[in-house]
């Protein structure tokens, strides 16, 4: 694992990338409300699609300072103007760093973090070729949803009633993909805390990247730390 740091404009964030060898693709982490990139379930996720075969950057979206903000006031994690501009930041980078380079990219996104995936996507829809939800708020995109091509799979505790409507109506609001889904993870709520939800609800992520990811450019990338 290596520990990076991304720039975007006067500040920068931190973030873990992973890349095994012969990587067929890097997905991109963005957490969730009042989280970093130390969210035991998003490196849960990670450490499966790493098994999978793919590259992964877990990455903080806020500076130090600014989760110090948060976790007073909570006003940071819905600002997703300034989320999605950090994703973006992290999608623009990653292809530049010389063992990633034109690796295809998809993102995954947990609660807050979903809507900046999706807004990520919508922005540049020749980067980012596919999108996982977890338990997300697509909702939050707003028009962005419109605009997204990516293949889009919102994964969703089916106990996690409130955030299941939300999921349903954003899930009609992506019109500009033929490739898209909810699946409703059975006795999950929000946190997919149950036992063996986690799980499962990391092999339908897993699946999802596998069938949606295309195919490197340029052939196999070789092993980093």
Known sequence: MAAVRIPIGRVSVEGDLVIPE???GAVLFAHGSGSSRHSPRNRFVAAALQKAGFATLLMDLLTADEEIEDEQTARLRFDIELLGERLLA?????????SVGDMPIGCFGASTGAA??????????????VVVSRGGRPDLAKSALGRVRAA????VGAEDHAVVSMNQAALTQLTATRTKDLVLVPRATHLFSEPGTLEEMTGIASRWFEQHIPAPVTGA???SK
């Open 116 to 129: 900046a995936a999706l807004v990520a996507a919508a922005e540049r829809p020749d980067a980012v070729s």
């Open 90 to 98: 992290a999608v623009d980078w990653l292809p530049r760093q010389p």
């Open 152 to 155: 889009t799979l919102l994964i």
């Open 221 to 223: 990338r070789s092993s």
């Open 22 to 24: 012969n990587a067929a």
